[in-house]
């Protein structure tokens, strides 16, 4: 049997090698780019946003495998959720991704029962603290669209 480790490795690179939401938006009404110039990672974000819900998304770019999974994986957590709830989830994810590291990353303590999925995958990239700017990337760049939305 597969050790945990393994296993979030293979949904990593099943995220790399066939990412969701990799499309640039026909229309959409809020986006931001990102970069790691340290290592050369780059993530577009477009969002639609109707009625305060995150109705679609597109997530382009190219970089490292953990950036591009991560943006996709976040694509696939926060389409078709309200903003407020995209932006619990952002926190609880940074959170997990932080040094420290959250004590149960996967729990949200408003929703018992409820993990991140195939996010949880992402935490091991804490070992590897300079790894950690790749897996924010997307979501830092999201939280820079949803700030330019909210302004607009």
């Given at each position: 049997m597969?050790?945990?480790?393994?296993?979030?490795?293979?949904?990593?690179?099943?995220?790399?090698?066939?990412p969701?939401?990799?499309?640039v938006?026909?229309?959409?009404?809020?986006?931001?780019?990102?970069?790691?110039?340290?290592?050369?990672?780059?993530?577009?974000?477009?969002?639609?946003?109707?009625?305060?819900?995150?109705?679609?998304?597109?997530?382009?770019?190219h970089?490292c495998?953990?950036?591009?999974?991560?943006?996709?994986?976040?694509?696939?957590?926060v389409?078709?959720k309200?903003?407020?709830?995209v932006?619990?989830?952002?926190?609880?994810?940074k959170?997990?991704?932080?040094i420290?590291?959250?004590a149960?990353?996967?729990?949200?303590?408003?929703?018992?029962?409820?993990?991140?999925?195939d996010?949880?995958?992402?935490?091991?990239?804490?070992?590897?603290?300079?790894?950690?700017k790749?897996?924010?990337?997307?979501?830092?760049?999201?939280?820079?669209?949803?700030?330019?939305?909210e302004s607009?």
């Open positions: 597969a050790s945990l480790e393994e296993l979030y490795r293979e949904v990593i690179l099943d995220h790399y090698r066939s969701r939401n990799r499309r938006l026909e229309r959409s009404n809020a986006g931001a780019d990102g970069s790691n110039p340290l290592c050369g990672d780059e993530v577009r974000v477009d969002l639609l946003i109707e009625a305060g819900v995150i109705t679609d998304i597109g997530v382009t770019g970089g495998s953990i950036s591009q999974a991560s943006g996709s994986m976040m694509g696939d957590a389409k078709a309200a903003l407020d709830e932006c619990r989830l952002t926190d609880r994810f959170g997990m991704m932080s420290e590291g959250a149960d990353p996967g729990l949200d303590p408003e929703r018992p029962g409820a993990v991140l999925g996010l949880e995958a992402l935490q091991g990239v804490r070992k590897f603290p300079v790894r950690i790749c897996a924010d990337l997307p979501w830092t760049t999201l939280e820079e669209a949803l700030g330019i939305y607009g």
